[in-house]
């Protein structure tokens, strides 16, 4: 059961922006880095944010990654048809049962 | 770059231990955290533990009971053994770098590996 909320599903037509929310509280976002990772269909997922807002190297910055308080923003501008997959966000956990933890998962379709 | 890659049985009965191993090349195990994580079919993912590469462990406390970390610098190896499994054990089980001094992220995790535990 995961500990942080993302809606279940976002979409937008190509060329357009969608934004995927992550809430959680102050023993996981609130006091710890957030990332970001993006699952295509039948594959691992793949970082593409980390420490909130950083992009490794090798990823777009169509991709952006904010924090503010207990939540997190992903963002996708100029969407693409190869954007369509499973996101999740990702923190530690600082409370006594420490450890990692995920977000649900929002499926980006691309109309 | 450095790569991951699984392996171990695909195949588990009900009530005995799934074991799996992961090698990193391209790089060395040593001064990072390695985390094994999975994700039950159709489902999110689910932090399973992490290992240092000195030793030091610690566990996702809904598994502790039930998870044993190793590694072995010498083969660039990690390893994970869950014990006493059921069909809720039944995932893909990736595993995953962290950072060296914390765990801010997973990069880069291995392709995956799917154990079914069924008789």
């Known amino acids: 059961q995961s500990v942080l909320t993302q809606p279940p599903s976002v979409s937008a037509a190509p060329g357009q922006k969608v934004t995927i929310s992550c809430s959680g509280s102050?023993?996981?976002?609130?006091?710890?880095?957030v990332s970001w990772y993006q699952q295509l269909p039948g594959t691992a997922p793949k970082l593409l944010i980390y420490?909130?807002?950083k992009r490794p190297s090798g990823i777009p910055d169509r991709f952006s990654g904010s924090k503010s308080g207990t939540s997190a923003t992903l963002g996708i501008t100029g969407l693409q048809t190869g954007d369509e997959a499973d996101y999740y966000c990702?923190?530690?956990?600082?409370?006594?049962?420490?450890?990692?933890?995920f977000g649900t998962g929002t499926k980006v379709t691309v109309l | 770059q450095v790569q991951l890659q699984e392996s171990g049985p695909g195949l588990v009965k009900p009530s005995e231990t799934l074991s799996l191993t992961c090698t990193v090349s391209?790089?060395?195990?040593?001064?990072?955290?390695w985390s094994w994580i999975r994700q039950p079919p159709g489902k999110g993912l689910e932090w399973i533990g992490y290992?240092?590469?000195?030793?030091?462990?610690n566990y996702n406390p809904s598994l502790k009971s039930r998870v044993t970390m190793s590694v072995d610098t010498s083969k660039d190896q990690f390893s994970l053994k869950l014990y006493s499994v059921t069909a809720a054990d039944t995932a893909v089980y990736y595993c995953?770098?962290?950072?060296?001094?914390?765990?801010?992220?997973?990069?880069?995790w291995g392709q995956g590996t799917l154990v079914t535990v069924s008789s």
């Open positions: 290992i240092y590469s000195s030793g030091s462990t």
């Open positions: 995953a770098r962290g950072g060296q001094v914390v765990i801010t992220s997973f990069d880069p």
């Open positions: 990702g923190t530690w956990d600082s409370s006594l049962s420490s450890g990692g933890v």
């Open positions: 420490e909130n807002y």
């Open positions: 102050s023993s996981n976002i609130g006091n710890n880095y």
């Open positions: 391209g790089g060395s195990i040593s001064d990072h955290y």
